[in-house]
């Protein structure tokens, strides 16, 4: 069973951009479909972006498109989130999912990280 770990969330001002990683404990991981989602408060989890398993062709929900890219590195065991542009409305806690059985996450995906909290201030 792999464990999904985030790290890369903060306190950023709008306009600004961070970086989220998303480390697998096992290698197994490069086979499967991964990717964000993201819940603020009071709203329920939506999908950020998904890259495939084994092309890595890559999908974005339209509010993030043209500024967030999601990425995979070269051993395939780290997911990663570029996110430029950010807005307020951006805020929210940032959640690393993987699936063994798709191309792409989706929320019933069996596998999830414990979060990480994205900030950005106005």
């Known amino acids: 069973q792999v464990q999904l770990v985030e790290s890369g969330g903060g306190l950023v001002q709008a306009g600004g951009s961070l970086s989220l990683s998303c480390v697998a404990s096992e290698r197994t991981f490069s086979m499967y479909g991964a990717g964000w989602f993201r819940q603020a408060p009071g709203k329920e989890r939506e999908f950020v972006a998904s890259?495939?398993?084994?092309?890595?062709?890559?999908a974005y929900a339209d509010s993030v498109k043209g500024r967030f890219t999601i990425s995979k590195d070269r051993a395939k065991t780290t997911v990663y989130l570029q996110m430029n542009s950010l807005k307020p409305e951006d805020t929210a806690v940032y959640y690393c999912a993987a699936d063994p059985r798709r191309n792409i996450v989706t929320i019933d995906s069996p596998y999830w990280g414990q979060g990480t909290q994205v900030t950005v201030s106005s």
């Open positions: 890259i495939s398993r084994v092309s890595g062709n890559t």
